[in-house]
């Protein structure tokens, strides 16, 4: 059901690689809150084509730009200023990508070069998006930026190896552009640290299933899907949070607050009881 909480409002979208991404689910349900958008990722991930389906789907033309790259992330913020004939009010960071997950590295057994490009991709991009941002004064006062994160930022997930370090930086440049863009423009900038979700990026961590079966068991709620998780992002770029702002914002079912839950109790009971027979 519709709200019309984003009657009027235009932003930029990255991460939308298939329709599990949780950018995608951003894209469709901004879009059904009545929001004009900008498509972008990698240009790897549009040589991969499943994005124009979403474009078409919500009439959004598709800005590729590399992350990394200043220039290209100029040519997002120029173009898509052109397109929209105004300045931007949301932009969804949904960016993340370790090499050293992809190749099953542990973490004693990091590869540097890919700890950096690590780091470049999925935590200083987010900090380089603002900054061409605000250097092209491309943002609308009370425009809102959120970047998603996960809960390995502040407890050891030993699977996550780098991906912890680089989702801490995020974190930490959420609260430090938003100071520097809150008092410059009035512009908010938070993370949503959010569940385990099943997409292309998730599904790539070694051990995720047990990842997601756990946490799905501690959390009274549940893990949070990623259409909730859109639903969120929503809540973000609207009026209706205009003085949050700094913020790591936990959306993972009550999972970071509980020590243990019952399921777990249970099944450790039961595990017990069956080996000791
Ligand atoms: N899936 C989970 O369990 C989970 C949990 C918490 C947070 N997150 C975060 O959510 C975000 C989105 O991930 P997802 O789970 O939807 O997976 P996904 O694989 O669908 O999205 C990751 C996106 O990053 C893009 N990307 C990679 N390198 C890039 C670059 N150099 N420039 C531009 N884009 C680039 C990919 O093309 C892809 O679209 C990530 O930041 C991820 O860490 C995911």
């Not at 900008?38 to 730009?65: Q, Y």
């Not at 250097?135 to 425009?143: I, R, V, Y």
Request: overall charge negative; hydrophobic content about 45%; aromatic content about 8%.
């Amino acid at each position: 059901m519709s709200h019309n909480l984003l009657a009027g409002k235009v932003g930029i979208i990255s991460g939308a690689l298939n329709s599990q991404s949780i950018a995608w689910k951003v894209a469709q349900k901004a879009h059904a809150e009545g929001a004009r958008i900008v498509l972008t990722n990698a240009p790897l991930a549009m040589r991969m084509g499943e994005i124009k389906a979403l474009a078409a789907e919500i009439d959004a033309p598709i800005i590729p730009a590399d992350a990394t790259s200043m220039e290209e992330l100029g040519t997002l913020f120029t173009e898509a200023q052109a397109h929209f004939g105004g300045k931007i009010d949301f932009v969804l960071h949904s960016i993340g990508m370790s090499a050293n997950i992809r190749k099953g590295k542990s973490y004693g057994d990091l590869d540097y070069k890919f700890f950096q490009q690590t780091l470049d991709v999925s935590a200083l991009s987010f900090h380089k998006m603002m900054a061409v941002a605000e250097k092209q004064d491309a943002l609308n006062e009370w425009a809102s930026i959120v970047g998603l994160s996960y809960i390995a930022a502040q407890r050891a997930f030993l699977d996550y190896t780098d991906m912890s370090q680089a989702k801490a930086v995020l974190e930490s440049i959420a609260r430090s552009y938003g100071q520097r863009l809150g008092s410059l423009k009035k512009v908010r900038v938070n993370t949503i640290s959010q569940s385990p979700t099943k997409t292309t990026a998730g599904t790539g961590i070694s051990g995720f299933n047990a990842f997601y079966e756990y946490a799905d068991k501690m959390a009274p709620l549940g893990n949070a899907p990623a259409e909730a998780c859109a639903d969120y992002c929503v809540s973000l770029f609207s009026d209706l949070t205009r003085f949050v702002t700094m913020q790591n914002l936990m959306h993972d079912g009550g999972f970071s607050s509980v020590g243990i839950s019952e399921a777990i109790v249970d099944a450790i009971t039961k595990a017990s009881a069956e080996s000791a027979q």
